[in-house]
């Protein structure tokens, strides 16, 4: 079991930026890859990004390539999501979670743990 606590959201102008932090329990976790998923009011959950368990690879969705960036550290069980030239439409709450196995390359994932998600939102 592995439990999953958000941190860092909050209100930022357009162009701004924030960086999520996401804080696992357990002994396990460089046996999970991790991943940010967020969902917009009125919208479906989407994914964001997910890094493998090193830390090694990385994947983002298209939309925030080259805005995003995932990292984890696995001795402070901890996946960071360093968030710049945030745009309105990344307005969301922002979901942390994470799935069994030692993949060696990320990519889209079916989570088996989720966070209880913060809120990012962005003014124009």
């Known amino acids: 079991q592995v439990q999953l606590v958000e941190s860092g959201g909050g209100l930022v102008q357009a162009g701004g930026s924030l960086r999520l932090s996401c804080a696992a329990s357990?002994?396990?976790?460089?046996?999970?890859?991790m991943a940010w998923f967020r969902q917009a009011p009125g919208k479906e959950r989407e994914f964001v990004a997910s890094?493998?368990?090193?830390?090694?690879?990385?994947y983002y969705a298209d939309s925030v390539k080259g805005r995003f960036t995932l990292s984890r550290d696995n001795a402070k069980n901890t996946v960071s999501l360093q968030m710049n030239s945030l745009k309105p439409e990344d307005t969301a709450v922002y979901y942390c979670?994470?799935?069994?196995?030692?993949?060696?390359?990320?990519?889209?994932?079916?989570?088996?743990?989720w966070g209880q998600g913060t809120q990012v939102t962005v003014s124009s």
């Open positions: 979670a994470a799935a069994i196995g030692r993949r060696p390359i990320a990519g889209q994932l079916t989570p088996d743990y």
């Open positions: 357990g002994r396990t976790f460089s046996s999970y890859a």
């Open positions: 890094i493998n368990w090193s830390g090694g690879s990385t």
